[in-house]
């Protein structure tokens, strides 16, 4: 090897390698962090707390659930896109934990990877199994739509860092509804399967519906504070823009009933502890090591 | 036409062949619309789509923990990073295209065996540090190979990887990131990040391909400036940079002969199974089959979703032609 070739070998490479530079300076600097919002002194209060659990835990199961498209998806563009979706999701997921967390003097990890089933807050629509690409549109679009909804109010929350986390992640959510939406239209007015394969999953999902518009005890303590809307509260346009969707889909709205469910308290469906299982099992293998 | 007129299709390649080896020789950059000779076309179309494969076969194996990765801040740059990987497939088939290829024959050439991709994504991540071993030492393998392939001749190619590159940097960093932690955690974590470094380095070494001596097809492309450094180039430079990060990381390479040599300044590293790399670039490795159905049941099951989404578009275009 003569010095010049080395030399040209050198040139090319100057500067790749530089592995000691932390990863995570990678992330977006603008946004609140997870790590920003841990850094804050003060806790929330206890209902406060516990309102950012649910939320958390709701895009937190969502965000896990989706994830699992990423190498499986119809078309290379939906593995990035749906893995888009799920990194949202789990951002807003951690900011939510995070500030939770601090109630009881606990980390995000402990809230996500130490509780056991019960303890869990998400809705029951979010833990619904992914099954065919149909059956996720179709959970997307009820969630998302929801979500969008949801977070329009908390803008206006008067806990700042419940505000300052739905600000930022309203934007995303905007894109997760038309990324729904768009879908909802191709499968509903694409071939004859396509629409009765979403029919089918539109009708599917729609018994876990009733429960994201169910009013609990705390609901009535958040709206009450200022803190977030009544669930109840939003029905009226979530149905509105949700049938609108459907029908210039040329679908129909399911009619069904509300599956009786009250995951708030912990009371959950079959699907959850399997989700659990898998996502907890590494972190539980190894108490008090960090990652 | 005599039989002396001079065929102009003849005279246009001579003219084609002409400029293509004036570009090739000012060290210049050939675009899609010009002439390039036909080898140098199939030898693009299979490198460019060879490198698409193993961006979209490399998903599996780290999507593998996306669902277990034990934190969620590990979890996010995970899910991070093989969506990235999807992207630069995705790059890597459009610059394939500007070539004459469809991406469907491309995806169905990968599908049904028939195509080739990076040997490494046939070796199995069985536990959390093999996500680390490959983010240090698959992803930074691969850096050596692309930086120099941002200059390749030809133009869409150079133009995606200095995309994929700036992103492959992330991932190697994030693959070291994980390896040190686990290196500075527990024993248990300590162990484990070991054992992925044991397993996933001879593979690592052995993706820039086999020994100069026995690389046929390296000189032509080398030639094309396609590529810029032999294997063994390469290989050395790669050996190098983890001898020395490997020691930042307070862990071992398993490879007892590894030493510069200060007479050849050359890095003396062990012999590498080359029998055991043909056998899995066949198909045999331990997971070939597995990652080639995953991929086959990807496609199949969204079948109905691409039909509709075609449908779908086919109605819209007729639709704005009847209001137009």
Known sequence: MSHSHEQEIEDEFAGVGDTIASATRVTPGHALRPEDIALQDAPPAEDNAEYALWLGDDSLILAQRLSWWISRAPEMEEDVALGNIALDLLGHARSFLTYASKQWGKTEDELAYWREEEEFRNLRLTEQPNGGFGETIARQLYFAVYQELLYTRLVQSTDSTIAAISAKALKEVAYHVDHATQWCLRLGMGTDESARRLQHALNLMWPYVGELFQDEPLNERIAAAGIGPLPSSLREEWDQRVSAVIEESELQVPQAKAAMAHSRAGDHSEHLGYLLAEMQVLARKHPGASW | ?324
Request: charge should be negative; glycine fraction near 6%.
């Open chain 2, 1 to 324: 036409m005599s039989s002396t007129a001079i065929d102009p299709r003849a005279t246009a390649d001579d003219e084609g062949r002409a400029a293509f080896d004036a570009i090739i020789a000012a060290d210049g950059r050939i675009e899609p619309r010009d002439w390039m000779p036909d080898d140098y076309r199939k030898t693009l179309i299979r490198q460019v789509s060879q490198h698409a494969h193993s961006e979209i076969i490399g998903m599996q194996p780290e999507a593998n923990w996306i669902s277990r990765a034990p934190s969620l801040k590990r979890k996010a740059i995970l899910m991070a990073k093989v969506q990235d990987e999807a992207g630069h497939g995705l790059y890597l088939y459009s610059a394939a295209e500007t070539l004459g290829a469809s991406r469907d024959s491309m995806v169905e050439a990968l599908i049904e065996g028939k195509a080739k991709y990076s040997s490494i994504f046939n070796y199995p991540t069985k536990q959390w540090a093999d996500v680390g071993a490959i983010g240090w030492l698959v992803d930074g393998a691969a850096i050596m190979n692309q930086v120099p392939l941002c200059r390749a001749s030809y133009a869409p190619y150079g133009r995606a990887m200095v995309r994929v590159c700036k992103e492959e940097s992330f991932h190697q960093r994030q693959g070291f990131e994980i390896l040190l932690s686990l290196a500075n955690g527990t024993p248990a974590q300590k162990a484990m990040a070991q054992e992925a470094v044991d397993r996933f380095y001879a593979p690592a070494l052995m993706m820039f391909g086999p020994p100069d001596d026995a690389s046929p097809n390296s000189t032509q492309s080398m030639e094309w400036h396609i590529k810029r450094f032999s294997n063994d180039d390469l290989r050395q430079r790669f050996v190098g940079m983890i001898a020395e990060q490997v020691k930042v990381l307070g862990l071992t390479l398993p490879d007892p002969e590894l030493r510069f040599d200060e007479d050849s300044k050359k890095w003396i590293h062990k012999e590498l199974d080359w029998v055991e790399f043909m056998d899995v670039i066949k198909g045999n490795g331990p997971c070939n089959a597995q990652r080639l159905e995953r991929r086959r049941e990807a496609h199949e099951d969204g079948a109905w979703v691409r039909e509709a989404a075609a449908a779908y578009a086919a109605k819209q275009s007729k639709k704005m032609q009847e209001i137009a």
